[in-house]
């Protein structure tokens, strides 16, 4: 009270002081400076009055200006008051208490309840009390549950209570969407319950307050659960990790503590090949979006597959500060593509797979433009190899065969194929000017050199292999054509004394 005080009464005697020697000096020159005969004394005193009239009036306005700024200062130090006492709250509970006994006494009610609706069923839950019997609330929660989403409205709830005059429901509103109730209780009875702006101040920091502590709540479970369950990393301009989630930590094997701070580097398969990083950088540097299959070494050596969505972050003027990386571990899922793919036994493309990688390849040679070599091979005399030597031995040959033919043909664009038995199948493109018969050539003497021991075959003292080489130079062939003629070529190696390449260019045996 004393601050009030301090500003009201000087303001007004100084008001009542000017006002007052204004109209004495006024009246007393008036007087003197305008002759006697020229003024009656009737219309000096109609002017006094004139003069008083407005010098009342013009009191009043600085009287009301200065009860109305009082009344705004006031306002302000409540709120102010509430606000800091609201900014030592921890935790939504407190936040809810601290709001309804701060409003209750305001308001000076008896009791309150505050209740919020759920983002989950939309329906109102009780989330803080003030002086008030808990065990009364069940019934009340039952009321606010009729209320439901976005057809809350202020005028709604307050005619809902209307009834009960010694109740009154103030609606939490947030964009236009009423996100909470504060039901207010009072002894006496009362008509009518006006709120000011101050409390409708209060109101709007409650409600402000309340949407943002259960955004955040909502915001530290999600992020929880992507913390366990997302393999999530996050790095800055110069690819240096920032940030990596505990999911991404449990599937790598390695501590925070290793990873940030450092590249993915650490993580990197040393088969692929640094063009597809290439491609990476210049992608996400550019703004963009880069996505990619890729296999990752784990702190134990082992190899684990992940798709990974690498998105660029910009700061406010578009500038791009770091980069988000989100990986969905796909190991099974490769796992299981290999093994549709894979032969069992010599771990080397199957014969499904060969189906749908030959048409995929005659295609490419047309668009490209180049020669794609396919070789048909058979292992030499392999009846009789099982015969004398035994189907377990047998099937160590065919490991070892399959392992020579992978090791021959190295390069990316080459595929070798178990296409049944002991029978295999190569693909591959011919470089500018390379002798068409070199690799399959190279193949055929690194199965002898292998000096596996074949005391039935023809052709040598070891286990050797057949080849019929067909070189498809973009003519108008389906794929069983091509076949056919690579098995055609096939028999008459064999045919020709086995251990050797036959090649349809020269239509002669090329060995």
Known sequence: MGYTKNIKIPLANLVNISGFIALISFCVIFYQIIPKSEITLYTFIFMVMIIFYFTRYFEKKVNKYEQQTILEIKDLKIVNKFYNILQSTKGIKDISNVSLEFLSKELDATCATLYISNHKNMKFQLLGVYNLNINTTPKIIDIYSGIKGEAFSSQKIKNYFSKDVNSFAIPLIDKYKTVGVIDVKFFNNIDKLQINEQQNTILKIITTTLVKELEDERNKKYFKLIDKNVLLSSTNTEGEITFVSDAFCKATGYDKKVLIGNTHQILRDSTIKND?????????????????????????????????????????????????????????????????????????????????????????????????????????????????????????????????????????SDFVFRLGGEEFGILYFLEDNEDSSLIANRVIKNIENLKLEHINNSASSYVTISCGLYIYKGENEDCELIYKKADDLLYKAKQNGRNQVYLNIEDKNDK
């Open 276 to 412: 597809v990083f290439k491609d990476m950088w210049k992608t996400i540097k550019n703004g963009k979006v880069w996505q990619k299959e890729l296999p990752n070494i784990k702190k134990d050596g082992s190899i684990y597959w992940a798709k990974t969505t690498i998105t660029p972050e910009f700061d406010f003027y578009g500038n791009i500060i770091g980069y988000d990386a989100i990986r969905e571990d796909i190991t099974d899922k490769k796992l299981i593509e290999k093994i549709s793919i894979t032969d069992a036994l010599t771990s080397l493309y199957n014969r499904r797979y060969f189906d749908k990688t030959f048409k995929k390849q005659i295609s490419l040679a047309k668009r490209i433009k180049k020669s794609l070599a396919f070789a048909i091979l058979d292992i030499d005399h392999f009846k009789q190899y099982n015969d004398t030597y035994g189907h377990q031995a047998g099937d160590q040959t065919l490991k070892k065969v399959a392992n020579s033919l992978s090791d021959t043909l190295k390069r990316d």
